[in-house]
């Protein structure tokens, strides 16, 4: 066999039709192929990624359905990176969170084992009860008198947190509207976000938001932050006022259980 066809069945080209003048041997094999086997040098960046990624620590992780909002004592409160849906601690990360990132309430590590604990809210986990508690408050805004009444129907309640199914009205200058809506408050001493209402004015355009945060501030006392913003032609509505639930029925939901500070 000669030299020419012994390379040819030793190693499986790709021919092109490209040829030297006065010749019909192929000058190229396959480029994609080549460029294959050859590795494009890392950028500096890319190399520091590649080290910063070596030195973290993937560690063992449970998933709490509790919603609580602080970590047990031994256990250090650690931060959620929503960009990557990983609690992270130093150079230590949990394993990947599925739940939706309004859905966690408290990552937790232990440093001795080490481990991740994440807490999380899970509705399915409280107990409804039918209630009747009615309320309402006036207060003096620079765009009008803020009114807000509500009325409860059903509460959910577990050992780190109670929803609200709530009927919230406002009314302001001319627009007075009412939304229905269930809200989440958490056993914890400082404000946190529970929900959203929506108030569509039909006609004219316009959408009145409240968004509200709540904390508990005594056994029977839940304290609400309600942050009234508008659309359109009452765009200029944009206030914050508080107000509290103070109720026996409430009481006696909360009374021994423990709020987070």
Not at 107 to 118: G, L
Not at 144 to 164: H, M, P
Request: hydrophobic share 35%; net charge negative.
């Amino acid at each position: 066999m000669g030299v020419l066809s012994a390379l040819l069945f030793a190693a499986p080209l790709v021919l092109h039709a490209t040829t030297v003048e006065g010749s019909r041997i192929p000058l190229n094999t396959d480029r994609q192929a080549f460029a294959r086997d050859v590795e494009t040098p890392k950028l500096p960046q890319a190399l520091a990624n590649e080290a910063a990624s070596a030195r973290v620590s993937k560690e063992p992780t449970d998933f709490v359905p509790d919603g609580k909002t602080c970590c047990p004592s031994g256990q250090e409160p650690t931060a959620y990176a929503t960009k990557n849906d990983r609690c992270e601690y130093g150079s230590h990360v949990s394993a990947y969170v599925s739940q939706s990132d309004d859905k966690v309430t408290r990552c937790c590590f232990d440093v001795h084992a080490p481990k991740f604990y994440v807490h999380y809210f899970d509705l399915d986990k409280g107990f409804k009860f039918p209630v009747d508690i009615h309320g309402s408050s006036q207060h003096e805004t620079g765009f009008c008198n803020l009114g807000l009444k509500y009325d409860i129907s059903d509460v959910i309640v577990a050992d780190n947190w109670i929803s609200l199914h709530i009927n919230l009205n406002v009314d302001c200058a001319t627009y007075n509207k009412s939304d229905k809506e269930w809200i989440t408050i958490f056993f914890n001493r400082n404000y946190r976000h529970s929900g959203r209402f929506t108030y569509v004015i039909t006609g004219i355009g316009p959408t009145i938001y409240a968004d509200v945060a709540a904390k508990i501030i005594g056994d029977d006392t839940v304290g609400l932050e309600v942050h009234v913003t508008g659309t359109g032609i009452i765009g200029r509505l944009d206030e914050t006022v508080r107000d509290e639930i103070r109720n026996d029925v409430l009481k006696g939901f909360l009374k021994g259980k423990e709020i987070c500070l």
